[in-house]
T-cell receptor
Framework: LAKTTQPISMDSYEGQEVNITCSHN???????ITWYQQFPSQGPRFIIQ???TKVTNEVASLFIPADRKSSTLSLPRVSLSDTAVYYC??????????FGKGTMLLVSP | GAGVSQSPSNKVTEKGKDVELRCDPI?????LYWYRQSLGQGLEFLIY????????KSGLPSDRFSAERTGGSVSTLTIQRTQQEDSAVYLC????????????FGPGTRLTVT
């Protein structure tokens, strides 16, 4: 299983862009990269998924370089409500995804 | 539409008792997952079902833990002879087919073993 490494925590201020980078050096050819968000006392929620280059939705953008050994989740103009834990996962098909401890993002006024 | 539901939402039990946790996945989702999350920790994978079969049970921490899924729908996670270290939030998720698809999580069951 591809293992991921991401920062334990990050701090930001309202209105700033936040970029969280995840390393996955042994990603397999058919693995996808998926990011989840978790608020306290709730289950994780899917944010975005990609395979290569760039994916954008109404919530975030995901940047994946050509070698796919890392990925960056970009949150534009964060607000206080974006304070949460963000998990980076890689996997495909029926493989088990490992969530790990994620990145705790704290957004301050 | 209806999301993933779990019951009970909270369960307090005495050490040594057995508990059953229930998960109702989203209708039509063939994949179902159980995780647990201790206070301040990440999600720990327990078991994964594809239909009624469990191709990956690698995360079950001991033989006191078991899970089944019937009719390709409802799943129960059973913990026998509960220990205090079993206290955690148990989360269930379902997805359309496999793990590369979006997983939808339930609200979880908070288990406290006294």
């Amino acid at each position: 299983l591809a293992k991921t490494t991401q920062p334990i925590s990050m701090d930001s201020y309202e209105g700033q862009e936040v970029n969280i980078t995840c390393s996955h050096n042994n990603i397999a050819t058919n693995d996808y990269i998926t990011w989840y968000q978790q608020f306290p006392s709730q289950g994780p929620r899917f944010i975005i998924q990609g395979y290569k280059t760039k994916v954008t939705n109404e919530v975030a953008s995901l940047f994946i370089p050509a070698d796919r050994k890392s990925s960056t989740l970009s949150l534009p103009r964060v607000s206080l409500s974006d304070t949460a834990v963000y998990y980076c996962l890689v996997g495909a098909g029926y493989s088990t995804l490992t969530f790990g401890k994620g990145t705790m993002l704290l957004v301050s006024p | 539409g209806a999301g993933v539901s779990q019951s009970p939402s909270n369960k307090v039990t005495e050490k040594g008792k057995d508990v059953e946790l229930r998960c109702d996945p989203i209708s039509g989702h063939t994949a179902l997952y159980w995780y647990r999350q201790s206070l301040g920790q990440g999600l720990e994978f327990l078991i994964y079902f594809q239909g009624n079969s469990a191709p990956d049970k690698s995360g079950l921490p001991s033989d006191r833990f078991s899970a089944e899924r019937t009719g390709g729908s409802v799943s129960t996670l059973t913990i026998q002879r509960t220990q205090q270290e079993d206290s955690a939030v148990y989360l269930c998720a379902s997805s359309l087919v496999g793990s590369s698809y979006e997983q939808y999580f339930g609200p979880g069951t908070r288990l406290t073993v006294t």
